[in-house]
């Protein structure tokens, strides 16, 4: 009944700039938060932001200062404009919401698909 639809992944070299989208649509009632995740080959998934429906944004050590994450309540979407890439910030990116639909509103985390990113010269 919810599912979160992200955009914007690609290959950009170090130093470039990548903006993520992600849109969640469905039954939605409301949405607490909204962040980002990341895999990269043979490493476990991490936390690189989330943010709040009433903003309140958190960054994983590693993006602080070059990733800044928002979102439009109206649309339901998350953006992370991500700044000054890494070939460490290589991995799949995947959208997270919770969300409480309007037949159940119990939070529950939804995932999205994933896009890739990929920083290398």
């Known amino acids: 009944q919810v599912q979160l639809v992200e955009s914007g992944g690609g290959l950009v070299q170090p130093g470039g700039s990548l903006r993520l989208s992600c849109a969640a649509s469905?039954?939605?009632?409301?949405?607490?938060?909204m962040g980002w995740y990341r895999r990269a080959p043979g490493r476990e998934r991490e936390l690189v932001a989330r943010i709040h429906s009433g903003d309140n944004p958190i960054y994983a050590d590693s993006v602080k200062g070059r990733f800044t994450i928002s979102r439009d309540n109206a649309k339901n979407t998350v953006y992370q404009q991500m700044n000054s890439l890494e070939p460490e910030d290589t991995a799949v990116y995947y959208c997270n919401a919770l969300v409480r639909t309007v037949g159940y509103r119990a939070p529950s985390h939804y995932w999205g698909q994933g896009t890739q990113v990929s920083v290398s010269s």
């Open positions: 469905g039954s939605i009632y409301s949405i607490d938060d």
